[in-house]
T-cell receptor, first 112, second 110 residues
Framework: DAGVIQSPRHEVTEMGQEVTLRCKPI?????LFWYRQTMMRGLELLIY????????DSGMPEDRFSAKMPNASFSTLKIQPSEPRDSAVYFC??????????FGPGTRLTVT | SQQGEEDPQALSIQEGENATMNCSYK?????LQWYRQNSGRGLVHLIL?????REKHSGRLRVTLDTSKKSSSLLITASRAADTASYFC??????????FGTGTRLKVLA
């Protein structure tokens, strides 16, 4: 298996633009997590899905953030409009059968 | 504040020495996990210990869990330069919503 796949790996955009981050979890994993990592705040859970259904989105910072999981093999995290304070590394992770999480390589987002 | 707080924040040791890092948490848990993150990469799962376990081994890793003190420790024996990374604990309180700590930055000097 190729592991969790994220795209793009790097994204540089201007304030106000829409940003879409993509994730393909490991096949067979039923839960998917989106995290954000910054030096100041560490690793924050944004939202997680179980069987494609959003279970807890309490970590989503504000209405500018939205996430979808239309099927078991694909999820998106969208920021619209983006702001400089959204600059961070965004990770997607899927959970294996023994509760361990498998992380993707991350998307480094820079909003100027 | 974070559910898991690692201590120390940073640790620098010589190759061959043992490295010990600690994690404290606030609420009761079902299990606790340790992850490693190399610079610029995603986190990698190392080991999971359940709330009814006190100690677990995996290769050069030894994890202990003290639920009465709400703390865990990760010991890496005979450290190598390749162990240089940040290490995080993550707690699951039964909701499958893992809360990650602030991490310990380990540097192993060759």
């Amino acid at each position: 298996d190729a592991g969790v796949i994220q795209s793009p790996r790097h994204e540089v955009t201007e304030m106000g633009q829409e940003v879409t981050l993509r994730c393909k979890p490991i096949s067979g994993h039923n839960s998917l997590f989106w995290y954000r990592q910054t030096m100041m705040r560490g690793l924050e859970l944004l939202i997680y899905f179980n069987n494609n259904v959003p279970i807890d989105d309490s970590g989503m910072p504000e209405d500018r953030f939205s996430a979808k999981m239309p099927n078991a093999s694909f999820s998106t995290l969208k920021i619209q409009p983006s702001e400089p304070r959204d600059s961070a590394v965004y990770f997607c992770a899927s959970r294996g059968p023994d509760y361990e999480q498998y992380f993707g390589p991350g998307t480094r987002l820079t909003v100027t | 504040s974070q559910q898991g707080e690692e201590d120390p924040q940073a640790l620098s040791i010589q190759e061959g020495e043992n490295a010990t890092m600690n994690c404290s948490y606030k609420t009761s848990i079902n299990n606790l996990q340790w992850y490693r993150q190399n610079s610029g990469r995603g986190l990698v799962h190392l080991i999971l210990i359940r709330s009814n376990e006190r100690e677990k081994h995996s290769g050069r890793l030894r994890v202990t869990l003290d639920t009465s003190k709400k703390s865990s420790s990760l010991l890496i024996t005979a450290s190598r330069a390749a162990d240089t990374a940040s290490y995080f604990c993550a707690t699951d309180s039964g909701t499958y919503k893992y809360i990650f700590g602030t991490g310990t930055r380990l540097k192993v000097l060759a």
